[in-house]
């Protein structure tokens, strides 16, 4: 059994309470660390006079202590010896301190099976993100408004718990779950996996979590394998010891860390390469040649001799593990996500609508309509919710073909802006058509040909709803002058 004391943000076990200086003062941080610096070393010199009182966690190297700002976390054993000198010690650190240990504030968690805290963080970040998106009120934002604060949500708060701790794919899809009803606040018109892409290739941008996890595991290998810091030391020494850390074995008993390092370490591998120095590194397995490792080369040529030749060594400095994707060899989310992720393919189609020079809003619109996502009585029919179908501006079936295209008026408007932008107008039948034959026939990004037909259908869905749920007359003339005020707006917005 071992136990470590620990806290959490608003936990402190050392609680700072300064006799004579003041909070604030610009003395303070510097009497602190050199506090913290003999609290430390204190511990470290404590454990090196009593090694049995160490907190065994099955790796040679001993970490008796581990401070986070004002926050400080100790490992021991769990014996009552062992707990006795640490208070013995800690007693003595509050008299020439001169600090107080909050007992209130601090706590200790016996960690034989630590999955009940795990669960509990889990928990808590989960919760999180449920009340971060609640308290924004999905019902009160458009649809643009949620994407953007997807993509901000996305970009922020799980980004952290995935870098320190890697979770089970059940709370990813948890996770995403919470994300996905946000966004479509009721009706679920896709999976989340669909918008976990980017606009040109018929995503919203979004990142897909398990995704970001893998690549941030892979920042990890690397940080492992350059064994600089005390968590590298660590893991090599526990998980690697005579192995070489690409031939090290995972067992079922090995902790969710490692075997998450585990999952991704072919994949990281083949991203880093080794600059020679030293030369400390696997002359067989690390890969510092262009070819990669030489043990997985079966026949080595005079060529690879010439290579081995030619190869650069800075003698005197340690080896250095390099990303081989980025300019300055350091590592790249963007990279590495960018080669996580699986690929489809790009779509014109769906890169005009996304043009920066589009309301995000309408932008969506065009997007569910490429896709056929919307509520029309033909799409809720198929989705098995029948409704007494009846369009807004005539008594025809309402389906998405005669909302935007067939109905007399919206043939009215096509043919009119057509003729404004000289184009041809002849049955206009689909948004895929229409997009081929306005919005792609110029090349310049935001141009007015490109922005028309999105605005028109804007407009077009605006209008019908207006007269559907608020009972407002659905005419040419309304619409044509929203097109044109929208039209107006946007080209100000632009200059
Ligand atoms: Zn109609």
Redo the contacts with the bound molecule.
Sequence with gaps: MAIFAANSPDNGVLNLDWQGVRQGDPLSPALFILAEEYLLRGLQHLHNQHPEIAYHSGCSVKVPALGFADDVLIFTSGSKSALSKVIGFLEHYQLISGQVINREKSYWVISSKASPTRCSIVQKATEKIRWKLQSWGSNFLSFGGRITLLQSVLTTLPIYFLQVMPMPAAVYNKIETIFNKFLWDGLGWCKWSKVCAPYAEGGLNMRSLSDIHQAFMQKSWMRMREGNCLWSKFMLSKYCKTHHPRLAPVHTSHSRVWKNLHKVRDEAESKLHWQLGQGLCDFWVDSWLEIGPLSLTNVISRDHLDMVRETYVDIGSPDKVIWKSSADGQYKFKSAYEEVRQQRQESALFSVIWHQNIPKKMSFLAWRLLNGWLPVDEMMTKKGISLASK??????E?TIK??FFT?PIAQQLWSHFARLLSKRSNNIHSIHQVLRSWSLSVSVAGHIKQVTPIVILWALWEARNKAKHMAIPYSFARIRGRIMTLLVMNSKLQN
Excluded at 391 to 396: E, F, K, L, S
């Design positions: 369009c807004a501006c005539c008594a025809q309402e005669h909302v109905n």
